[in-house]
């Protein structure tokens, strides 16, 4: 059984705090699934709408809650990448079908 270091929670006076502790605690998977979960949350919540608008706006929230991580460096260049990706095949795929 692994044993890891959890002095942040004691010394951590905020939410970022913490959160930056556990994203150190789990080798990033925490960011990793936090960037998943945004995009499903905004993806299933405005699904009253067309599939391409919806696909392109929870791929730009995404992309916004990715940038805001790669400045905490949450996250690598190469993760942020994939939103970038993600919201640009979302405006050509709605410039296409419009």
């Not at 919806?54 to 805001?68: D, H, N, R, Y």
């Amino acid at each position: 059984m692994a044993i890891y270091n959890t002095t942040f929670l004691e010394n951590s006076s905020n939410i970022a705090g913490v959160a930056d502790g556990v994203n150190t605690m789990t080798n990033s998977w925490y960011a990793y699934l936090i960037l998943i979960v945004v995009f499903l949350i905004c993806f299933i919540s405005m699904k009253k709408y067309d599939t391409e608008a919806v696909f392109l706006s929870s791929s730009f929230i995404t992309l916004i809650v990715s940038i805001f991580m790669f400045i905490k460096e949450w996250i690598s260049i190469e993760v942020l990448a994939i939103p970038i990706v993600l919201t640009l095949i979302g405006i050509f795929y709605v410039a296409a079908t419009k």
